[in-house]
């Protein structure tokens, strides 16, 4: 995970006589007296301003291109010289790190350390307090390398520590979804999912939509949309549309990087290629996907481009267009204009509903709209 | 939406683009808008908490801190949506804007606030559990010797010195890295502007002094009645200012939190602003500010990311950034708004440039005619060109012309009942927008929108419909880009291997010109500001007028070299092939054969006509491919897809 790489882990006090100061660091000699009085005040004295209430803050200070994120943690007893113990374990990265997944591991380890004093004065205590350097210098070495941490402090304390990946919002998944794997399957570890994602995992295979999939793996419809938005937020899937020879398909920019990436390249070729077939080649699938143009249906491009798709099953070239957003799908959007006052106002004719949400809806199939809407003298259709 | 409904109504047709997205504007309202504003000095009398807003309320000064007091382990559910993997907590309400600053007191705030004098003139950005604080702070040379007036007669040491002082917003802690940019340059920019007024006539001194006043003031009374109030609170009866902000608050108190602080920050730096509402209900629709601190320095300021919005989506700053780099002389600048009415919103001390230019642009007219028609010089035109679409004041399109190929954009909003079918409405009456809308369902050129009807004033208003549509960003324009992909030969059909393809890398490696490098239209930068015709290198081939001398042979077969051989053989077999002149053709514009060039782009660098391509298009058809789609350059602002 290099992704948030730790630069460097602090252990700053206030001392009863000497003030503020950076008592541990790893790597040592990392920072400076004058980073640490520029910052100090922000990173040590400021829970003396809140009265001694234990506080927890994290901050990240933008001074000298690095972010420091601290926990100061104030502990109040009359045992201590100043009536109030005053520490703070932190981490320094580069400025430009998002800082989101180690905050919340110097929240927690602010926890372990208020804890280990609470119980057994870990931290007043000189001796056990030199034990820090260690520990810092283990988390420092395995936070960067794997990740995670395990540490044994005592006989009941145990750092336990793992940078979790930030990500981001699913899309709300609609039964018209059709979700479809990003990696092969046979990577997805069955075990480690919920029973309705185990359930249903099965049904998943870039074709069925979410209603489909919902109906056959007998799983209630909102279940299958939130297990499926659940695989989606951790990339395990993503989303196409349902597939039709009947559907229109056009090219965006992206297609491009067919020609200018030599991984997708490899990747698409040997993706849409028939099972048992000689790798298609590139000028083949480029033409076929070139060969969507709006008003081209899919049936229309086998028939135009018969050659081409000799070795490329068409289903998965299109599937593998949109995972890659090389093509995107034409939806059809019918809108009712009717200059009639009496008639009631278009449920579901105003613009706002494709064809693959209507046919979902009311369960007509995608002629039979087409034909009634054909009938309809008031009705426009949009392709966008 | 409180903000479309009466009283802000000024730019109706604006609005009404807005209301499409409603949702989608207060979900990222929320994230886009900093939740307080605070003014923060440090002096000899230490740090000072001059000015916050909101107000705390008394509750919440005594309970937050111990409110505060929580489980470590507590995972930050307040708003922070990204670290709620499956929306499992979302039901728990988030802490509204408001408590989010409220738990920080006033003298929290100064200590953590205030910096120290060398942490001056840089970004300052702080995060505290759920909210981040940005400001800038800035440094006050204080030179004595305008303190040591004659006509003073008070002791100079009794003058409490300010040395620094900062204008803080705070955001949410998850907001985009790009507003928290933004929010850091209005501190910045609101600093120079004080730090100015400071050096001409104290300002900054004085309203501190008023202010600090008055706290000391609700301070003093507090401590005899025994209520804890919030100074800020107290300060409203006697203070004209503080009723100001009052009246402000109730009138406005339903308007999204940006505007409401950037309101506030405008009435309190300027105490008496002529044209307050205008200022507000701008800023509701646009995401621009502009203040005139002390009634004297003009501070502007717009939020990019507020003002450019395709679909609900909003365009990043740096992706606005980066298309502006882009921006060629073949380019057009369209108006978003009227000519009046832009020139009506210009601040009078504006360019005359930005005059002439607003006044001779035309969505027909590309930059380098334009440059022709507004006798100004090709860089300006790109800068004020630049500045207008950072504004929100223009697009960049390719210029309206016959052969152009329109169809509806992805985000287009098709619906029925949408505000724009309305304003669609009473621009073009006799007209409706769904079914203008559904003719370009299929990619349509002008020519042939233009066909059915005949008569040429219909004509005039045919275009205006395109123009209108294409300001809204309902359409998107289709360009011609054509790649070379030699049908592989027999024997090693399929797999690539790695000295094959992509001609890309290996074209881009030679000295040929690559149209890509000559950074034609970087309008930020003026020293990689080549205007060389981009054909220069090969364009020797065409001083020899036709005639198949060995000179022209021999370049051909130059331009060729870059070529595998079994790609040279393939092209050698067309045969077109067989003709000098089109082979030569075909190699000089070999190296715009990789699908990065579209062909207005290919007519407008080799100074050739669209017939002329296409013919050659036609006859080395069987390694070219050819495909349509929008220019990933402009298409930023028709439909920002990915």
Partial sequence: ?384 | MYIHSSSFDLQGERKSMYKQSENSFFKCGEKTSPISVILVTSGSRGNKLLFRYPFQRVADCTSSLTTKQRSPYALNTTGDVLEDPDGDSREQTPLTDEQLVAGFSDIILATILATKSDMCGKKFELKIDNVRFVGHPTLLQHPHTIQVSKTDPSPKREMPTMILFSVVFALRANADPSVISCMHNLSRRIAIALQHEERRCQYLTREAKLMLAMQDEVTNMTETDGSPQSPFRQILPKCKLARDLKEAYDRFVKTPYKIMYLWIVSLFLQCRCNNRVCCVSSLCTTGVVRLHINNWLEVSFCLPHKIHRVGGNHVPPEALERSLKAIRPYHALLLLDSEKALLAQLPLDCSPALVRLIKTCSAVKNLQQLAQDADLNLLQIFQIAAHLVYWGKAIIVYPLCENNVYMLSPHANISLYSPLAEGFGQQFPSHDLPSMLAKFSLPLSLSEFRNPLDASVQEAQLIQMVVWMLQRRLLIQLHTYVCLLVPPSEEEPGLLRDEELPLVARVGGRSLSTPSALSFGSPTSSDDMTLTSPSMDNSSAELLPGGDSPLNRRMTETLLASLTEHERQVILNIPAAQSPEDLRMFARLLHYFRGHHHLEEIMYNENMRRSQLKTLFDKFRSVLVVTNHEDPVISLFQSPLG
């Fill in chain 1, 1 to 384: 995970m290099g992704m948030s790489r730790i630069e460097c882990i602090f252990f700053s006090e206030f001392h009863p006589t000497l003030g503020p100061k950076i008592t541990y660091q790893v790597p040592e000699e990392y920072i400076s007296r004058e980073l640490f009085d520029t910052v100090q005040n922000k990173l040590i004295t400021v829970y003396v301003h809140l009265d001694n209430y234990i506080i927890s803050l994290l901050m990240d200070q933008t001074a000298m291109e690095k972010k420091l994120i601290g926990c100061p943690v104030c502990i109040e007893h009359k045992k201590y010289s100043r009536n109030a113990l005053l520490f703070n374990l932190g981490l320094v990265c580069d400025a430009r790190t998002k800082t989101c997944a180690l905050e919340l591991i110097v929240k927690k380890l602010s926890g372990y350390l208020t804890t280990l004093e609470l119980e057994s004065g870990f931290i007043s205590n000189e001796e056990s307090k030199q034990k820090l350097l260690p520990i810092m210098s283990t988390l420092l070495e395995e936070l960067n390398a794997t990740g995670a941490c395990t540490l044994p402090i005592d006989e009941s304390n145990t750092i336990n520590l793992k940078l979790i990946e930030q990500r981001r919002d699913p899309l709300i998944v609609q039964e018209y979804d059709v979700p479809v794997f990003t990696q092969c399957k046979d990577h997805f570890i069955k075990s480690q999912w919920d029973l309705t994602t185990q359930q249903i995992l099965a049904y998943i295979d870039g074709f069925r939509h979410i209603q489909k999939i919902s109906a056959e793996a007998d799983v209630e419809l909102n279940l299958v949309r939130i297990a499926v938005q659940n695989l989606l937020y951790y990339g395990v899937v993503t989303l196409v549309s349902i597939f039709q020879y009947s559907n229109v398909y056009c090219t965006t920019p992206k297609v491009q990087s067919l020609i200018d990436d030599r991984s997708i390249q490899a990747e698409c070729l040997s993706y849409v290629t028939k099972q048992g077939q000689k790798r298609a080649c590139l000028r083949d699938v480029f033409q076929l996907y070139c060969g969507l143009t709006p008003g081209t249906t899919v049936r229309d491009l086998c028939s135009r481009y018969s050659q081409q798709v000799q070795r490329v099953d068409e289903r998965r070239l299109i599937q593998y267009g949109l995972m890659k957003a090389l093509i995107r799908r034409l939806q059809k959007y019918p809108v009712k204009v009717t200059r009639d006052e009496r008639s009631r106002p278009p449920r579901l004719y105003t613009g706002c509903h494709s064809y693959d949400e209507i046919c979902c809806k009311t369960g007509m199939s995608y002629k039979e709209l087409d034909e009634r809407l054909e009938n309809d003298p008031n009705i426009i259709v949009c392709w966008k």
